[in-house]
């Protein structure tokens, strides 16, 4: 392994998995709120997760994102299998988090819309 290929496929990783540490923490304050409340619905939870995405950005995190499937897309190599499976994997998360964004911004339209 050459050591762009190892720098690309270690930042790609980190860009990937570090944007779940607010999610994770915006989930469970919306859990944890929608318990002490009794409230439910995308309402709840869009409260939790906003709170994580005003903290980190909105803007930050879809950077993040793309620029993490693109240099774990750059990192790939027939040899190294374990480290393709982990590209892929947080290929996945990165794509899950864009949706858990377009989500989030369609809530935040709705909800000022209507």
């Given at each position: 392994?050459t050591?762009?290929?190892r720098?690309?496929f270690?930042?790609?990783?980190?860009l990937?998995?570090?944007?779940?540490?607010?999610?994770?923490?915006?989930?469970?304050?919306a859990?944890?709120g929608?318990s002490?409340?009794?409230a439910?619905?995308?309402?709840a939870v869009?409260g939790?997760?906003?709170g994580a995405?005003a903290?980190?950005g909105?803007a930050?995190m879809v950077?993040?994102q793309?620029?993490?499937?693109v240099?774990?897309?750059?990192?790939?190599?027939p040899?190294?299998?374990l480290?393709n499976l982990?590209?892929?994997v947080?290929i996945?998360l990165?794509g899950?988090?864009?949706?858990?964004?377009?989500l989030f911004l369609?809530?935040?339209w709705?909800?000022a819309?209507?």
């Amino acid at each position: 392994m050459t050591d762009l290929v190892r720098i690309r496929f270690l930042i790609g990783v980190l860009l990937s998995w570090i944007a779940w540490i607010p999610i994770a923490i915006g989930l469970r304050e919306a859990f944890h709120g929608m318990s002490n409340t009794k409230a439910i619905g995308l309402g709840a939870v869009a409260g939790g997760l906003g709170g994580a995405f005003a903290r980190w950005g909105v803007a930050a995190m879809v950077v993040a994102q793309v620029a993490a499937i693109v240099w774990l897309g750059k990192s790939f190599a027939p040899q190294h299998w374990l480290r393709n499976l982990v590209s892929v994997v947080s290929i996945v998360l990165s794509g899950l988090t864009l949706v858990l964004v377009c989500l989030f911004l369609a809530a935040v339209w709705f909800s000022a819309h209507h």
